[in-house]
């Protein structure tokens, strides 16, 4: 097995164990930071080594080191800056300095992690990061979250461990660096091929895996991200269930799976560097870096941020420094006259070959369209079927807007029973009285409580949309900020139909029954909308569907939405 990083393992909560009782109790005295998600995944593994040798946040002068020259201040190789960043307030009010102790909060339980004794509160100049470590387009995912997200101070000092962080999911599949070490040393491997990834895996990472096991005589590390990865990509559980499918196509006792709760930056050349380094210190030997290795993809003038290589050619660069052999690989491709993979660059020109890209794969899932064998294991592509369900068991809103009496109750109860005919999914109705009386029974009718009540309507549709549902929501909704808020949330999970009801409001004032109008025009209702309170109409192509009672019936309202969700493909029968 490899030797760690830095030669000592730096497995902080095995040394400081023997003082957990100790810590514990100093802990309860001292101001407190409440870590963040990228916190918690990066504290994870400076606690359990998988960073050694850092043993705590980055001082100013490893910061700088490694920003410029991918070294710590003691000249040892470390190609990505770990920090600590804080806000000005919050370093204030509790009192952060040099030689403070403050202790490392878990957000999501409130649990104490660590206690970290203060060497400096510094400013990085994140221009400059941006640039040396990321390359510095603004559009890298990275440079986003450095200048969007990342506090102005950073605050370096080493960390004592109280506890490891706690988790509930795949817990049997999270090996600390010791943990898998010691896993190995039970199997008898001393040669391990680490492959780091963050997609799920299909028939060609099989491939490259088994030829890198082969060419090195190796066994194989698979040994995906699950903390934070590029915002987009396919969730960890869905992934894991694919490592899970997948593994059993190994020759028996060839692979390993274990779960790194790593948050990526998608640096490139310089993440290359730093997964070497952390599979290093987990025990492997040896470390598959690919094409565009943990690369964003393209920006949005279609530029790719890194060269496809340049993370095969940095890690090279560190070949004897790193201490764990990298094993490029070129992208594998599909031979279907041969039926068979190889890696393109062994590909002779005229054979043909075929892939589907990344991209392509998530359209299929989408639409349903067909994921062939060749590309795929049926047991891998039921997993991800499973959370790509087909459009017609995909879940949708349909939000209709307009004034009081314009239609929009009328047509949305008429939608209701015709989805309930149709059959095949759950239909929820929102009618605007509705939530005014369950979830909005305290709003009034000023701007900012219309806007609350939209927020409420679109939380509930999202997350029904998201479990499967047909939502119906026929709110007046005026305003157009709101409306977009509730479509944003919505489409997160499911799509999103804008139906203006654009009866006009006279129509809407002479048929309504119920004197609702008369009463707002007498002044006995203030803030009436149409009457005085504003209407802001749907412009442009903010509606997908526009609809108007003065001139059509409620069936054929109705009628006309069935034949948008039918062109979507979200009524078809199985
Ligand atoms: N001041 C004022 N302005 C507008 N509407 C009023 C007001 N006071 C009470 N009502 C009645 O409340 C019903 C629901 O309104 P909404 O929740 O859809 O309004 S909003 O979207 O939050 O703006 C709405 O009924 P429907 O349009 O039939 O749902 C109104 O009749």
């Known amino acids: 097995m490899n030797t760690p990083n830095g030669g000592v393992l730096k497995d902080l909560v095995a040394r400081d164990a023997p003082r957990r009782q100790e810590l514990t109790a100093e802990a309860e005295k001292l101001a407190a930071v409440v870590l963040n998600d990228r916190q918690l995944c ?116 080493k960390i004592e461990a109280i506890d490891r962080l706690m988790h509930y999911d795949y817990v049997g599949l999270r090996f600390t660096p010791a943990e898998l070490r010691a896993h190995f040393d039970k199997l008898g491997w001393s040669r391990v091929v680490a492959f780091q990834t963050r997609n799920p895996m299909h028939r060609a990472h099989r491939e490259l895996t088994v030829r ?66 952390i599979r290093k210190n987990h025990g492997a030997t040896h470390f598959i870096v690919g094409r565009d290795h943990a690369g964003p993809g393209k920006n949005s003038k279609g530029e790719e941020f890194y060269g496809p290589y340049d993370a095969q050619y940095a890690v090279e660069k560190y070949k004897d420094e790193l201490g764990i052999e990298v094993v490029p690989f070129q992208q594998m491709t599909y031979l279907p006259d041969s039926d068979e993979y190889k890696p393109k660059d062994e590909v002779p020109k005229d054979v043909r070959t075929a892939d589907i890209s990344g991209t392509e794969l998530r359209r299929r899932l989408k639409t349903g369209g067909d994921i062939p064998e060749w590309f795929s294991y049926p047991e891998v592509v039921r997993v991800l079927r499973e959370s790509h369900p087909p459009r017609n068991k995909q879940g949708f809103t349909v939000f209709l807007t307009g004034y009081t009496n314009s239609g929009k109750d009328a047509i949305a109860r008429a939608l209701n029973v015709t989805l309930n005919q149709q059959g095949g999914r759950a239909v929820s109705l929102l009618l605007g009285e509705t939530v005014r009386n369950e979830l909005s029974s305290e709003l009034g009718f000023s701007h900012e409580d219309r806007n609350k009540n939209i927020a409420r309507i679109g939380f509930v549709a999202s997350e ?36 203006h009801v654009a009866t006009p409001l006279e129509f809407c004032e002479k048929t309504d029954k ?20 504003p209407y802001e109409a749907p412009e442009g192509k903010e509606a997908d569907l526009v609809v108007d009672i003065s001139k059509i019936n409620v069936r054929t309202a109705v009628h006309q939405i069935v034949l948008l969700l039918e062109s979507e493909g979200l009524l078809d029968q199985l």
């Open 464 to 499: 029904l949309t998201k479990s499967g549902s047909a939502v119906i929501a026929a709110p007046i909704a005026p305003f157009k900020d709101s409306r977009k808020a509730a479509r944003e949330i919505v489409e997160k999970y499911g799509s999103f139909y804008l139906v």
């Open 514 to 533: 119920r004197g609702i109008y008369a009463k707002a025009r007498k002044g006995e209702i203030k803030g009436f909308t149409g009457v005085d309170d």
């Open 42 to 157: 990066d504290v994870e593994l400076i606690m359990n080594g998988g960073f050694s040798p850092l043993e705590g946040f980055m001082t100013e002068k490893d910061y700088n080191g490694v920003v410029e020259n991918n070294r710590l201040a003691d000249g040892a190789l470390f190609s990505m800056p770990i920090c600590l960043d804080l806000s000005k307030k919050e370093i204030d009010a509790s009192g952060i300095k040099a030689g403070a102790r403050i202790v490392l909060r878990d957000s999501r339980d409130d649990r104490h992690l660590g206690i970290m004794t203060v060497e400096d509160v510094y400013k990085p100049d994140k221009q400059k990061e941006a640039k040396e470590v990321f390359g510095g387009d603004e559009e890298h995912p990275a440079v986003k979250y450095l200048m969007n997200q990342t506090e102005e101070y950073y605050v370096g000092g």
């Open 212 to 277: 890198a096991a082969r060419s090195r005589q190796a066994n194989v590390l698979i040994h995906p991200v699950v903390g934070m990865t590029k915002p987009g990509d396919i969730d960890h559980f869905t992934r894991v269930r694919v490592y899970q499918a997948l593994l059993p196509r190994y020759p028996n006792g060839m692979a390993v799976l274990a779960l790194l709760p790593l948050a990526m930056r998608m640096g490139g050349p310089r993440e290359a560097i730093w997964h070497a380094i």
